[in-house]
T-cell receptor, first 111, second 114 residues
Framework: GESVGLHLPTLSVQEGDNSIINCAYSNSASDYFIWYKQESGKGPQFIIDIRSNMDKRQGQRVTVLLNKTVKHLSLQIAATQPGDSAVYFCAENTYGQNFVFGPGTRLSVLP | DSGVTQTPKHLITATGQRVTLRCSPRSGDLSVYWYQQSLDQGLQFLIQYYNGEERAKGNILERFSAQQFPDLHSELNLSSLELGDSALYFC?????????????FGQGTRLTVV
């Protein structure tokens, strides 16, 4: 498939290790955040979301942390697997407005 | 499968032509968002419709237009196409209730302008 964003920052991790992907968002009024995973040639896939009244939310193997003070969002993936290789985007949203996406990070899982 | 359907999957057309991309949102979703994704850029917001009305506008060119129909499907019209319009065009749907909710993406339409 076609790669998305040839000049994306890349994070390489060993299979089985934990991954941390970071995102700085821009709008202090944003109150809803989503992490998406995009595999080559496919549409972005919802992973996990968090609202601004929370600072941590856990899913299956994934955790999102929100630091509103510094406008920072992170996605932690536990026991990273080859199938986790993809581009990861954070998206911020203010109610009634569109989603604004970050530039993306390419996660490469090494065997 | 996200439940959002986009057609066609691939489109090849010549410069100066006009094309229409179609999106059927998930059942019950009232919002439709259109995004453009080029190789050297991330997801760029184009336009959003909510229950048939334009809700928000991004960096959408004047050559581009969109609408959402009473059955909530949406069309994105791209005219006077240029080589630089070649990109993946994604539709996403969401916004069932009063709270902002996740947007689910379709598989995209890959437009190639030659």
């Amino acid at each position: 498939g076609e790669s998305v964003g040839l000049h994306l920052p890349t994070l390489s991790v060993q299979e089985g290790d934990n991954s941390i992907i970071n995102c700085a968002y821009s709008n202090s009024a944003s109150d809803y955040f989503i992490w998406y995973k995009q595999e080559s040639g496919k549409g972005p896939q919802f992973i996990i979301d968090i609202r601004s009244n929370m600072d941590k939310r856990q899913g299956q193997r994934v955790t999102v942390l929100l630091n509103k003070t510094v406008k920072h969002l992170s996605l932690q993936i536990a026991a990273t697997q080859p199938g986790d290789s993809a581009v990861y985007f954070c998206a911020e949203n203010t109610y009634g407005q569109n989603f604004v996406f970050g530039p993306g990070t390419r996660l490469s899982v090494l065997p | 499968d996200s439940g959002v359907t986009q057609t066609p999957k691939h489109l090849i057309t010549a410069t100066g032509q006009r094309v229409t991309l179609r999106c059927s949102p998930r059942s019950g979703d009232l919002s439709v968002y259109w995004y453009q994704q080029s190789l050297d850029q991330g997801l760029q917001f184009l336009i959003q419709y909510y229950n048939g009305e334009e809700r928000a506008k991004g960096n959408i060119l004047e050559r581009f237009s969109a609408q959402q129909f009473p059955d909530l499907h949406s069309e994105l019209n791209l005219s006077s196409l240029e080589l630089g319009d070649s990109a993946l065009y994604f539709c996403a749907s969401g916004g069932v209730g009063l709270m902002n909710t996740e947007a689910f993406f379709g598989q995209g339409t890959r437009l190639t302008v030659v």
